[in-house]
């Protein structure tokens, strides 16, 4: 009796069966190592940045709470209080016209939009091979089993043999590569999910903090970035900036230069 399997369904193969195998063996390969590497780079700014807020917070002015944050490499808190902190010192520093045409409220709600546009980009690196190899992998191996059947049948043709017992083994073997291509598929989906909604999670509490930045460099009061909720009306996340809030661009200078200093 004829034994059946992956290495009979590799041995057996034409050129097209086994690269059909080593891209889907690849795309395996590389789907792990992207949910990996994006899983500790996800869990790693979240610690980070929990244990740096409240310093930068504590801290006794804008400068010391800087340092804070600098002191661990690629914080992106660091990133957004050093955009802010520049935008408003260019602010104060500018010529009469910048003022006139842009108050410093709007001014710095961009440059600290700017960071968040620009740390959203590197979390979702990688999330788009993710995405592809998801969408992609069955139908790799759905062509895999239909190229084998195919040939399983011109066989079974060939011999002159087409009772249950020699057509069952052959095209069964062929649905291997449909199995093999929702064995790649299925976790490249669920880990794609899962760093998505982490990154949602994440992109919302670097908004509240940018929130609460905008409310110390404009006003020069603390407010707790957990006083913030999501959907504040500065849009400072993934989306377009929608205003620049209430306050006074007469008032506000003064209170940023301080802030700043």
Do not use: C
């Not at 944050?69 to 992106?76: E, M, T």
């Not at 011109?154 to 291997?176: F, M, N, R, T, W």
């Amino acid at each position: 009796m004829q034994s059946y399997g992956i290495a009979h369904v590799w041995a057996e193969g034409d050129f097209v069966t086994h690269a059909i195998g080593i891209v889907l063996a690849a795309m395996s390969i590389i789907s792990w190592t992207v949910i990996v590497l994006k899983l500790t780079q996800l869990w790693r700014v979240q610690r980070v940045t929990v244990r740096t807020e409240a310093q930068f917070w504590n801290a006794s002015d804008y400068t010391s709470g800087l340092k804070a944050l600098n002191a661990v490499a690629r914080n992106p808190y660091a990133a957004l209080a050093a955009s802010g902190h520049d935008a408003a010192a260019h602010h104060a520093a500018s010529a009469p016209q910048l003022r006139d045409r842009l108050d410093i409220s709007e001014w710095i709600t961009r440059a600290l939009k700017n960071s968040i546009d620009d740390t959203i980009t590197r979390l979702q690196g990688g999330l788009a091979v993710l995405g592809s190899i998801g969408s992609v992998a069955p139908f790799v191996g759905l062509f895999g089993t239909v190229w084998g059947i195919y040939h399983a049948l011109l066989s079974i043709g060939a011999s002159g043999q087409a009772s249950l017992d020699k057509v069952a083994g052959p095209v069964g073997e062929a649905l291997i590569m449909t199995a093999f291509g929702l064995f790649v598929a299925i976790p490249a989906v669920l880990g794609f999910n899962a760093l998505s909604r982490g990154n949602k999670a994440f992109v919302a509490r670097l908004n509240r903090f940018a929130h609460a930045l905008h409310a110390l460099l404009v006003t020069g009061g603390h407010v707790s970035s957990e006083s913030f909720s999501v959907n504040a009306t500065l849009g400072l996340g993934s989306g377009a900036v929608r205003g620049a809030g209430a306050s006074s661009a007469a008032t506000s200078r003064g209170a940023a230069r301080a802030a700043v200093h």
